[in-house]
Protein backbone atom coordinates (compact mmCIF):
# COMPACT_ATOMS: atom_id res chain seq x y z
CA UNK A 1 0.00 0.00 0.00
CA UNK A 2 2.98 2.45 -0.10
CA UNK A 3 2.75 2.69 -3.66
CA UNK A 4 -0.77 4.31 -3.69
CA UNK A 5 -0.95 8.07 -3.82
CA UNK A 6 -2.36 9.35 -0.09
CA UNK A 7 -4.94 11.73 0.17
CA UNK A 8 -8.22 12.41 -1.68
CA UNK A 9 -8.18 11.56 -5.40
CA UNK A 10 -10.58 11.19 -8.07
CA UNK A 11 -10.33 7.27 -9.16
CA UNK A 12 -12.40 5.53 -12.47
CA UNK A 13 -14.57 2.40 -10.92
CA UNK A 14 -15.79 -0.41 -13.49
CA UNK A 15 -18.91 -1.61 -12.38
CA UNK A 16 -20.73 -5.38 -13.18
CA UNK A 17 -22.65 -5.22 -16.03
CA UNK A 18 -25.45 -2.56 -15.52
CA UNK A 19 -24.51 -2.18 -11.75
CA UNK A 20 -23.80 1.46 -11.78
CA UNK A 21 -27.14 2.41 -9.40
CA UNK A 22 -26.13 -0.11 -6.54
CA UNK A 23 -22.32 0.20 -6.65
CA UNK A 24 -23.32 4.38 -6.20
CA UNK A 25 -25.75 3.31 -3.88
CA UNK A 26 -22.83 1.29 -1.66
CA UNK A 27 -19.95 3.74 -1.79
CA UNK A 28 -22.05 7.06 -1.07
CA UNK A 29 -23.42 5.27 2.21
CA UNK A 30 -19.67 4.62 3.61
CA UNK A 31 -19.19 8.16 3.21
CA UNK A 32 -17.86 8.48 -0.47
CA UNK A 33 -17.85 10.59 -2.84
CA UNK A 34 -19.51 9.33 -6.72
CA UNK A 35 -19.70 11.03 -9.72
CA UNK A 36 -22.15 9.30 -12.09
CA UNK A 37 -22.81 11.25 -15.33
CA UNK A 38 -26.09 10.37 -17.37
CA UNK A 39 -27.24 11.14 -20.40
CA UNK A 40 -29.94 11.61 -22.91
CA UNK A 41 -30.44 8.92 -26.19
CA UNK A 42 -33.88 8.88 -27.88
CA UNK A 43 -35.25 5.83 -29.53
CA UNK A 44 -37.91 6.25 -32.79
CA UNK A 45 -41.44 4.61 -32.56
CA UNK A 46 -43.89 5.52 -35.39
CA UNK A 47 -42.13 8.65 -35.67
CA UNK A 48 -42.09 9.67 -31.87
CA UNK A 49 -39.08 10.26 -29.77
CA UNK A 50 -38.96 8.50 -27.02
CA UNK A 51 -36.04 9.91 -24.14
CA UNK A 52 -34.11 7.21 -22.36
CA UNK A 53 -31.40 8.02 -19.47
CA UNK A 54 -28.42 5.94 -19.57
CA UNK A 55 -25.11 6.55 -17.99
CA UNK A 56 -22.75 8.20 -19.91
CA UNK A 57 -20.19 5.70 -19.83
CA UNK A 58 -21.89 2.56 -18.88
CA UNK A 59 -20.11 0.29 -16.47
CA UNK A 60 -17.67 3.24 -15.35
CA UNK A 61 -18.27 5.46 -12.72
CA UNK A 62 -16.40 8.02 -10.85
CA UNK A 63 -14.94 7.90 -6.99
CA UNK A 64 -13.26 10.54 -5.07
CA UNK A 65 -11.38 8.99 -2.06
CA UNK A 66 -8.25 8.20 -0.17
CA UNK A 67 -6.93 5.01 -1.85
CA UNK A 68 -4.63 4.15 0.99
CA UNK A 69 -7.71 4.17 3.85
CA UNK A 70 -10.55 3.07 1.51
CA UNK A 71 -9.16 0.41 -1.41
CA UNK A 72 -10.76 -2.48 0.44
CA UNK A 73 -14.26 -0.63 0.44
CA UNK A 74 -13.96 0.37 -2.75
CA UNK A 75 -12.65 -2.70 -4.24
CA UNK A 76 -14.60 -5.18 -3.26
CA UNK A 77 -18.10 -3.06 -2.91
CA UNK A 78 -20.91 -4.00 -4.39
CA UNK A 79 -21.28 -3.81 -7.75
CA UNK A 80 -17.75 -2.53 -8.43
CA UNK A 81 -15.88 -4.94 -10.87
CA UNK A 82 -12.66 -3.13 -10.16
CA UNK A 83 -10.68 0.19 -9.80
CA UNK A 84 -8.58 0.99 -13.23
CA UNK A 85 -5.24 1.36 -12.98
CA UNK A 86 -2.25 0.17 -14.51
CA UNK A 87 -0.56 -3.19 -13.45
CA UNK A 88 -1.99 -3.83 -9.76
CA UNK A 89 -2.14 -0.04 -8.44
CA UNK A 90 -4.95 2.23 -9.39
CA UNK A 91 -4.40 5.16 -11.31
CA UNK A 92 -5.88 8.48 -9.96
CA UNK A 93 -7.44 11.01 -12.67
CA UNK A 94 -7.03 13.87 -12.40
CA UNK A 95 -9.49 16.88 -11.11
CA UNK A 96 -9.56 18.74 -14.54
CA UNK A 97 -11.40 15.66 -16.30
CA UNK A 98 -13.90 15.79 -13.43
CA UNK A 99 -14.53 19.24 -13.59
CA UNK A 100 -14.70 19.55 -17.87
CA UNK A 101 -17.77 16.81 -17.51
CA UNK A 102 -19.61 18.19 -14.23
CA UNK A 103 -19.22 22.10 -16.20
CA UNK A 104 -21.15 19.98 -19.17
CA UNK A 105 -23.84 18.22 -16.43
CA UNK A 106 -27.19 20.18 -15.74
CA UNK A 107 -28.93 20.07 -12.06
CA UNK A 108 -30.83 16.79 -12.85
CA UNK A 109 -26.79 15.24 -13.35
CA UNK A 110 -27.50 14.63 -17.66
CA UNK A 111 -24.51 15.76 -19.79
CA UNK A 112 -26.16 17.22 -22.62
CA UNK A 113 -24.67 16.99 -26.17
CA UNK A 114 -24.09 19.47 -27.56
CA UNK A 115 -25.91 20.27 -31.10
CA UNK A 116 -24.51 22.88 -33.17
CA UNK A 117 -26.61 23.40 -35.84
CA UNK A 118 -26.85 26.72 -37.64
CA UNK A 119 -28.51 28.06 -40.91
CA UNK A 120 -27.51 26.52 -43.91
CA UNK A 121 -25.23 23.39 -42.72
CA UNK A 122 -25.45 20.87 -44.22
CA UNK A 123 -26.54 17.99 -42.56
CA UNK A 124 -27.25 13.92 -43.16
CA UNK A 125 -30.24 12.31 -41.44
CA UNK A 126 -28.95 9.07 -39.45
CA UNK A 127 -31.93 7.61 -38.86
CA UNK A 128 -35.83 7.46 -39.75
CA UNK A 129 -37.54 7.42 -42.99
CA UNK A 130 -34.99 9.97 -44.60
CA UNK A 131 -31.97 7.72 -43.36
CA UNK A 132 -28.87 9.17 -45.15
CA UNK A 133 -30.77 11.34 -46.76
CA UNK A 134 -28.45 14.86 -47.07
CA UNK A 135 -29.69 18.19 -46.36
CA UNK A 136 -29.38 21.51 -45.53
CA UNK A 137 -30.37 23.05 -41.58
CA UNK A 138 -33.11 25.83 -41.76
CA UNK A 139 -33.92 26.80 -38.20
CA UNK A 140 -34.48 25.23 -34.53
CA UNK A 141 -38.58 25.05 -34.66
CA UNK A 142 -38.75 24.13 -30.72
CA UNK A 143 -37.45 24.05 -27.49
CA UNK A 144 -38.44 20.02 -27.10
CA UNK A 145 -35.55 19.46 -29.72
CA UNK A 146 -37.71 20.03 -33.46
CA UNK A 147 -35.67 21.23 -36.00
CA UNK A 148 -36.67 22.20 -39.92
CA UNK A 149 -33.93 21.33 -42.91
CA UNK A 150 -34.92 21.31 -46.20
CA UNK A 151 -34.17 17.93 -47.94
CA UNK A 152 -31.77 17.77 -51.42
CA UNK A 153 -34.09 15.63 -53.53
CA UNK A 154 -34.12 15.61 -57.48
CA UNK A 155 -34.71 19.69 -58.05
CA UNK A 156 -36.60 19.81 -55.07
CA UNK A 157 -35.86 20.79 -51.06
CA UNK A 158 -38.90 19.87 -49.06
CA UNK A 159 -39.11 21.15 -45.71
CA UNK A 160 -38.93 18.45 -42.79
CA UNK A 161 -39.34 19.18 -39.45
CA UNK A 162 -36.91 16.20 -37.01
CA UNK A 163 -35.68 15.89 -33.98
CA UNK A 164 -31.90 17.04 -33.62
CA UNK A 165 -30.88 13.55 -32.65
CA UNK A 166 -31.73 12.21 -35.91
CA UNK A 167 -29.23 14.28 -37.72
CA UNK A 168 -25.28 15.15 -37.94
CA UNK A 169 -23.45 17.80 -39.75
CA UNK A 170 -21.58 17.05 -42.41
CA UNK A 171 -18.03 18.61 -42.14
CA UNK A 172 -17.75 21.34 -45.16
Not at 16 to 41: C, M, R, V
Not at 126 to 139: C, E, Q, V
Request: proline share 5%.
Amino acid sequence: MDQFPSGLHWYVIRTKPHKEEQAKSFLEQHGINIFLPWTETFKFNAGTAIKKIKPLFPNYLFAHFDVKENYPLVRWGKGVNQILGFGKYPTALSDEVISIIKARTDENGIVKKAYHFQENDHIRVTSGPFKDLLGIFDHWVSDSGRVRILLNLIGYQPKVELHYSQLEKLCA
